[in-house]
């Protein structure tokens, strides 16, 4: 399952856009950060994307893109434009497709790539959806289909929050701050739909004329949705954002894509097993929806002066990593982009990023609060200092050599960071009165036996 916010200008501390998500999906499907370069192309050639192929365009942006390794599409990213996606899996009474077709993360590259602006994605994912369709297999190792929300924001500081069921759609406008989860949030209030939502809302029973369309209540398959403890979710970011509307920062957002929900607040020795409750940081456990929730990358977008800087992970896990910079879009033409390492696939490879992370990720999960504990200070001493040496150097004649020096040089920092951060874990027993539950050990251990991950 997945997050998503987003503040505009209002909300924010210095007057300019935050955007921030969590990726949950299976805890063995490996996210790598990867960059595509504007191109040239002959318009209506052959485009492969996961499923189908589809007619490319004459041009298309540069994007940075987080992304499950096996699929085309992506699960959030950004271009050179400065437009910023997320999307969200959400659970409609009208079944998704499955047959093969545009899934959501495909909706969401192409988005990127051929759009510069909000309004521009918008129609888009509109005309995409209108001409291919959204439908085929979204899971990692087993069968799970869906429709899509997305979070769609621009250096211009418009924002809005896309939600489809099928290959009709509509369309909010965020006011000052939103957050989006697995469940359609938009009700009566909304400023654009397809032509044919109104048609596919009553032939489940709504009957239009004076009556106003509730999209969510209409739509909804609130089962699936509880399952997936979207609504809760969703509560959850937006009572954390609320109070520090008009102070928000990229610390703030890094702190919500952490939080593990009201009960883990309450409990200093708190551990990721049974339910999910209101976690936005998930870790996967056993049982057919938690299967799915683990957190597999985190993207934080901060907006200023038309000027954007990504906070990445590039990792797992949130509370157990650490955000780096990268400067890619407006302003930025020719900043190096930090080494993001080769491609990562399902099995352990020491070399990648992602899965060199999954050693201190998994030993943290062994006893999850003292473990965390042994190192969180330094972690969080050293991020302090990463955001630090990013607003001094944007203060100054930042140019883009510089912050590709600046973006390297922290992204190594926090590699020799975790090394340490893994043999100061390893030095804390796990405590056996406060083990996680049975069923909890035996599922991550099919995990690593999977994965081929060597024992620690």
Avoid at 306 to 335: C, L, M, N, Q
Avoid at 341 to 349: E, I, W, Y
């Amino acid at each position: 399952m997945c997050d998503t916010m987003v503040a505009r200008p209002a909300a924010t501390a210095n007057g300019g856009i935050l955007f921030a998500k969590n990726s949950d999906r299976e805890a063995n499907e490996a996210q790598m950060i990867t960059h595509v370069p504007k191109g040239d192309h002959v318009e209506g050639s052959g485009l492969l994307c996961t499923y189908i192929q589809i007619p490319q365009v004459a041009h298309t942006h540069a994007v940075l893109l987080s992304k499950p390794y096996w699929m085309w599409g992506a699960e959030m990213g950004a271009n050179d434009q400065g437009l910023v996606i997320g999307n969200e899996a959400v659970f409609s009474k009208i079944p998704p497709s499955k047959e093969p077709a545009l899934i959501g993360m495909d909706l969401l590259r192409l988005a990127l790539e051929r759009a510069a602006t909000v309004d521009e994605a918008v129609a888009t994912i509109a005309k995409l959806l209108s001409s291919h369709g959204q439908g085929g297999n979204c899971g990692h190792t087993s069968k799970f289909e869906y429709h899509n929300s997305f979070l769609i924001t621009d250096v211009s500081g418009e924002a809005v929050v896309m939600e489809t069921v099928g290959n009709d759609w509509v369309v909010e406008r965020v006011e000052n701050i939103r957050s989006i989860s697995n469940t359609y949030t938009i009700g009566q209030k909304f400023d654009g739909t397809s032509t044919g939502l109104n048609d596919k809302a009553r032939s489940l029973g709504w009957h239009g004329k004076g009556s106003v369309l509730d999209f969510a209540e209409t739509f909804s398959d609130r089962t699936r949705s509880r399952f997936a403890t979207g609504h809760e979710r969703w509560c959850r970011t937006t009572d954390l954002l609320r109070p520090k509307q008009g102070s928000l920062k990229a610390s703030d957002m890094m702190a919500v894509l952490r939080d593990h929900g009201p009960q883990a607040s309450r409990n200093p020795d708190w551990h990721p097993d049974g339910v999910l409750g209101g976690s936005v940081c998930a870790h996967a456990s056993w049982g057919p929806v938690r299967r799915f929730g683990q957190t597999t990358g985190s993207w934080i977008t901060e907006v200023h002066n038309g000027r954007t800087v990504h906070w990445i992970t590039g990792t797992a896990s949130p509370d157990t990593g650490i955000f780096k910079p990268v400067f890619f879009g407006p302003g930025w033409e020719g900043a190096e982009l930090p080494d993001f390492g080769p491609v990562a696939s399902k099995r352990f490879d020491e070399k990648t990023i992602w899965w060199r992370h999954e050693k201190l990720h998994r030993a943290v999960l062994e006893d999850y609060a003292p473990r965390l504990k042994a190192y969180v200070a330094d972690r969080d001493a050293l991020e302090i200092q990463l955001i630090s040496d990013v607003a001094h150097f944007l203060e100054g004649d930042a140019r883009a050599h510089e912050a590709g020096i600046l973006a390297g040089r922290s992204w190594l920092a926090a590699s020799l960071a975790e090394d340490q951060w893994l043999e100061t874990v390893l030095n804390v027993p796990p405590r056996r009165r406060a083990r996680p539950s049975a069923f909890y050990r035996m599922h991550w251990k099919r995990l690593n036996r999977a994965a081929a991950i060597p024992t620690l």
